[in-house]
Nanobody
Framework: QVQLVESGRGLVQPGGSLRLSCSTS????????MGWIRQAPGKGREGVAA????????YYPISVKGRFTISQDNAKNTLYLHMNSLKPEDTAMYYC????????????????WGQGTQVTVS
């Protein structure tokens, strides 16, 4: 059974940094597409980072490129999202997700989701 558990929620000031973690189990972590998706209050879900763990290829939207970095630790079956230069508009619930070998920011690629972790920039 696929399980994804996010951690690292926090309140940070604008310009600050935060690292989110996603502990995983139930699938072959080092050969899957994984992503971080966020949902701000009153808005739809937005993919903010994706990685294919088999090759390390990464994807970011313009809104976070250069500020967010997705990474993996295969020994710990854990996914990370390093967020720097945070802005108030980054405030959202952040979800870790996976779905198969097709990697990207499109939400349809993901059919397994964690419970989410809150990030507030204020």
């Amino acid at each position: 059974q696929v399980q994804l558990v996010e951690s690292g929620r926090g309140l940070v000031q604008p310009g600050g940094s935060l690292r989110l973690s996603c502990s995983t189990s139930g699938f072959t972590f080092d050969d899957y597409a994984m992503g971080w998706i966020r949902q701000a209050p009153g808005k739809g879900r937005e993919g903010v980072a994706a990685i294919y763990t088999g090759s390390g290829s990464t994807y970011y939207p313009i809104s976070v490129k250069g500020r967010f970095t997705i990474s993996q630790d295969n020994a710990k079956n854990t996914l990370y999202l390093h967020m720097n230069s945070l802005k108030p508009e980054d405030t959202a619930m952040y979800y870790c997700a996976t779905g198969g070998q097709s990697c990207g920011l499109t939400l349809d690629l993901y059919n397994y989701w964690g419970q989410g972790t809150q990030v507030t920039v204020s």
